[in-house]
């Protein structure tokens, strides 16, 4: 089973509208990252999470970490087509080295 | 400055062929990562390159697969008799320090990729 859960799978939303991407650890969360990945790039960085109840914001993105719960959600405002994209959560985990565990991601979709 | 580049952003090579894929890390990070992303499997680690310490190679899917760097920047990933399961996209990162669980200097930073297509 998958390590780091991610929901929904895939989301569309039309412009303007909230959202809300969910990932969720079986394990241990020693730090949780969230990036974004457009089709045929590279992971591009979002948000790094460490600390229980830490929130991040990064211009309409917003990111919580709820470390007894071992959970993070990323919360768009007003999504713009700009947004669209794969969301990917990334933790190191208990027994994970240093290695970055990874959901198997959101992928976005914002229609006009 | 210059973020993590990856040669070639793209190879398509015969079944049973060797390929060398480079990544050259963001200036001054020591630490080092591959993964792999295909379809099937999602991000998957691959390897680990810290300092001079010996490399984390846990995440390696088998003995064909070996990677190198030199002088503590370049690396190399190289897929020997390559087989159509390696068709992937090969990322590389590189962070600050590593070695310290969940902390700022942690923050990997991904190259473009390495789209590898094997026939």
């Known amino acids: 089973s998958q390590e780091l859960e991610q929901s929904p799978q895939s989301l569309i939303v039309q412009e303007g509208k909230n959202l809300t991407i969910n990932c969720t650890s079986s394990?241990?969360?020693?730090?949780l990252y969230w990036y974004k990945q457009k089709y045929g790039e590279g992971l591009i960085f979002l948000m790094m999470l460490q600390k229980g109840g830490e929130e991040k914001s990064h211009e309409k993105i917003t990111a919580k970490l709820d470390e007894k719960k071992q959970q993070s959600s990323l919360h768009i405002t007003a999504s713009q087509p700009s947004h669209a994209g794969i969301y990917l959560c990334?933790?190191?985990?208990?027994?994970?080295?240093?290695?970055?565990?990874f959901g198997t991601g959101t992928q976005l979709k914002v229609e006009l | 400055g210059a973020g993590v580049s990856q040669s070639p952003s793209n190879k398509v090579t015969e079944k049973g062929k060797d390929v060398e894929l480079r990544c050259d890390p963001i200036?001054?990070?020591?630490?080092l990562y591959w993964y792999r992303q295909s379809l099937g499997q999602g991000l998957e680690f691959l390897i680990y390159f810290q300092g001079n310490s010996a490399p984390d190679k846990s995440g390696l899917p088998s003995d064909r697969f070996s990677a190198e760097r030199t002088g503590g920047s370049v690396s190399t990933l190289t897929i020997q008799r390559t087989q159509q399961e390696d068709s992937a996209v090969y990322l590389c990162?590189?962070?600050?320090?590593?070695?310290?669980?969940?902390?700022?200097?942690?923050?990997?930073?991904f190259g473009p990729g390495t789209r590898l297509t094997v026939l």
């Open positions: 990334g933790a190191v985990l208990t027994g994970g080295g240093n290695k970055l565990t």
């Open positions: 200036s001054g990070h020591t630490a």
């Open positions: 394990k241990t969360l020693y730090g």
């Open positions: 990162a590189s962070s600050l320090v590593g070695g310290t669980r969940g902390t700022r200097g942690d923050t990997q930073y």
